[in-house]
């Protein structure tokens, strides 16, 4: 029997930090188990330059990776979602589209690392730091028994996992 592969998207308002780390994160640490996506209420237009500099430094690649709308996974031709993340608190509190197939939601806020004011130092310093949050989320995300845990079990363990 195949193993299911879990359909995740990380939300944010510009789609440009956070929620790109959190895909390509993911997308690495998942091994396959989990397909991540990401997109922004109000995207950006362009992935932030220390996001993609912080990543390609860990030895992840971010190709593909760009700022998109999250109505693009709203389309009916878009990829069924099991579970979807805000990384921002501003995406958590907005109205969100409908999602097909009623994925399993829960809020991961970090601090936005893109609106840190400061030298360059400073910038990565909180790139960094975001990244680390995601990276201990995203180990407890992918560790999960999924397949063992009813539909409210996870989503009380990815609501605690969202406090850590």
Known sequence: MTEKIYN?????????????????????????????????????????SFAIEMLEGAGLHATGARSKSWEVFAEPKAPAMDF???????????VCPIWPGKPTTAHWGVPDPAAVQGNDDQKRTAFRE???????????????????????????????????
């Open 8 to 48: 995740v998207l990380f939300l944010c308002t510009g789609n440009s930090a956070r929620s790109i780390i959190a895909e390509t994160l993911l997308n690495h640490l998942g091994k396959g188990r989990f397909k991540a996506y990401s997109a922004g209420s109000y995207p950006t237009g362009k992935v932030n």
């Open 84 to 94: 979807i993340f805000t990384v921002c608190d501003n995406a958590a509190g907005e």
């Open 130 to 164: 975001a990244a680390n949050i995601l990276r201990r989320r995203i180990e407890l995300l992918v560790s999960l028994p999924l397949a063992e845990l009813d539909r409210l079990a996870v989503h009380a363990r990815l609501l605690q996992i969202g406090k850590q």
